[in-house]
């Protein structure tokens, strides 16, 4: 599988001091009685701040359950570390959509086999004809000849919890 060993891989982000500032100002402002910590509501309002949008109920919970036990809510650490790990996921997926736009010269919303060929000659103008066509076939998951974002997005992502 050509994109499961060539593929995409995120890299590892770290913040800017003014970015992990401002983070820590959203902790606190969301922290309303200075507790030390955030509530599940709080958390909510942070990601709001931070991301624009509400996490979803399955979402929360996966944070809530992902933190210390002992503790009654996400201390500053905890927040850091997972608002850093969003932003991480944020920058992949827009480097991902960046790289089909590239693609994507015709701005049509898909790829064809030809869109994919002139790709690949820019990047790997040696790579033969008959690899390219293989990709193209593992990367169109419903086999219509084109490549949706959403199919792109699968494969640049396929395997990346194998490594």
Not at 29 to 38: H, Q, S
Not at 98 to 114: K, M, N, P, S
Not at 118 to 143: G, N
């Amino acid at each position: 599988m050509f994109f499961s060993q060539a593929g995409a891989r995120p890299r590892t982000w770290e913040p800017t001091p003014s970015e992990r500032k401002k983070w820590v100002e959203v902790f606190k402002a969301c922290d309303e009685d200075n507790k030390g910590y955030l509530s599940r509501e709080d958390f909510k309002v942070a990601v709001v701040t931070l991301f624009g949008y509400k996490p979803s109920k399955i979402e929360a919970n996966s944070v809530m359950s992902s933190i210390n036990p002992n503790t009654s809510g996400i201390l500053l650490g905890e927040f850091l570390n997972i608002v850093r790990k969003k932003k991480e996921a944020q920058l992949y997926r827009n480097e991902i959509r960046h790289i089909f736009t590239a693609f994507d010269r015709h701005y049509r919303g898909y790829l064809t086999l030809e869109d994919f060929q002139k790709a690949f000659k820019q990047v790997a103008p040696k790579l033969p004809e008959r690899i390219i066509l293989e990709v193209f076939r593992e990367v169109d998951q419903d086999s219509d000849d084109l490549v949706s974002y959403k199919d792109f997005e699968y494969a640049m992502n396929y395997g990346q919890n194998e490594a």
